[in-house]
């Protein structure tokens, strides 16, 4: 049985400035609200620069009087998670939980890497803290719903939470637009007496990390033995569904997949008319000391990326065992290649690089 949620919604709006941003603080209501509901929903602007390095922080009341329907809240993003160092199924978490859905919103005009964090005020054990980015501006309300969560949390417990870019779960908000963070304090992972009924209030902190593309980006191939590098944010809103084959098995029989992907797709793009050997690699924008090193390498004709896995299985090229290169890429005359870079469950700011080993026919 799903416990009826009240339609009151705490809301804070972190604005993050860019070209044309505006400095100041306003008030609005949400318009599915009663008028004596309205009043309850505050919503909150700050204003910070759009410069890797600006951080800016306020405050927000998880209340009670808004929980999660129950049972809805998964353990990952993808159809299956290593929330136990392992790739299995996701599951989600019995009973439901209190919470506030704050928005993340980038008035400007460049895609940026964000990471946030909520730690409790005061410090106290007040019982699991999770947060959760999401695209929609109305909290899930199903587990579809609540299921397509683009970055998610650790479960540190206690009395804070973070998608941080160390973690490999930055959140990336696209020009002009907002990501929403389900802040949520549950009592059924760890259990605390007497927290049901609290009201926590959390600081909640921004850091901008990166402005870059957002998805997707192109690289002109560099002069013979030169390397160009670009950054490109991966958002966790495009993702493969074992699609994509095992390491260097393009066009492999019978065929093995990888688990899920984020991804960005980059096109690589051979001006000359002569063909060109390239070298590609793909790292996390340091720093990144939590989380491994793996970034997998597809090369494509193709400028759309594979949706089945008939598609997938037609790469050129992929990684090898070391995951973050990929050796000895034709491009043709005046043409392009493109390079599915999966990330995993990872999203926040990559690197790739492109390295011209031979100029001319091999």
């Known amino acids: 049985m799903h416990r009826h949620r009240s339609t009151v919604t705490s809301i ?16 609005d209501v949400d318009p599915d609200s009663s008028s004596a509901e309205a009043a309850q929903t505050a919503v909150s602007i700050l204003t910070i620069g759009a410069t890797a390095g600006a951080s800016t922080h306020s405050t927000v009341v998880v209340s009670h009087a808004n929980r999660t329907a129950e049972g809805i809240l998964p353990t990952g993003c993808h159809a299956t998670d290593t929330s136990d160092g392992y790739w299995a199924p996701r ?3 019995p009973g439901d939980a209190k919470f506030a859905y704050v928005e993340l919103k980038n008035p400007g005009e460049a895609a940026a890497a964000i990471s946030v964090w909520a730690h409790a005020r005061p410090s106290h054990n007040i019982g699991s803290v999770r947060l959760r980015a999401y695209a929609s501006s109305k909290p899930p309300r199903d587990r579809d719903e609540a299921g397509k969560c683009l970055a998610i949390s650790p479960n540190y417990g206690l009395d804070r939470g973070a998608l941080a870019s160390e973690q490999g779960s930055a959140i990336v908000v696209p020009a002009r637009g907002s990501v929403f963070v389900l802040v949520t304090v549950s009592d059924n992972e760890y259990t605390t007496v007497g927290t049901r009924n609290e009201d926590p209030t959390f600081e909640v902190g921004v850091y901008t990390q990166q402005l870059a593309p957002v ?3 192109s690289i002109i191939v560099p002069a013979e033995g030169q390397e160009t590098r670009r950054t490109v944010l991966v958002s966790g809103s495009q993702r493969t569904s074992y699609t ?10 019978p065929p093995r997949v990888v688990q899920e992907q984020n991804f960005a797709y980059v096109e690589v793009n051979n001006p000359l ?9 793909g790292s ?3 720093p990144y000391p939590l989380v491994s090193p793996k970034v997998w390498l597809f090369a494509y004709a193709s400028p759309t990326p594979p949706a089945t896995f008939a598609e997938g299985n037609a790469c050129i090229k992929t990684t090898s065992w070391n995951f973050v290169s990929l050796d000895s890429l034709l491009i043709p005359p005046h043409q392009s290649r493109y390079v599915l870079v999966g990330t995993e469950v990872m999203t926040g700011s990559f690197d790739v690089g492109v390295r011209t080993q031979h100029v001319g026919v091999p």
């Open 284 to 286: 996390r924008t340091a």
């Open 91 to 93: 599951r989600f978490l």
């Open 12 to 27: 804070i709006a972190l604005s993050i400035a860019g070209l044309g941003g505006s400095a100041g603080c306003s008030s």
């Open 215 to 217: 998805d997707k980006t």
């Open 244 to 253: 994509l084959p095992y390491l260097s098995q393009c066009g492999g029989s």
């Open 273 to 281: 008319g002569v063909p060109v050997t390239v070298a590609l690699t």
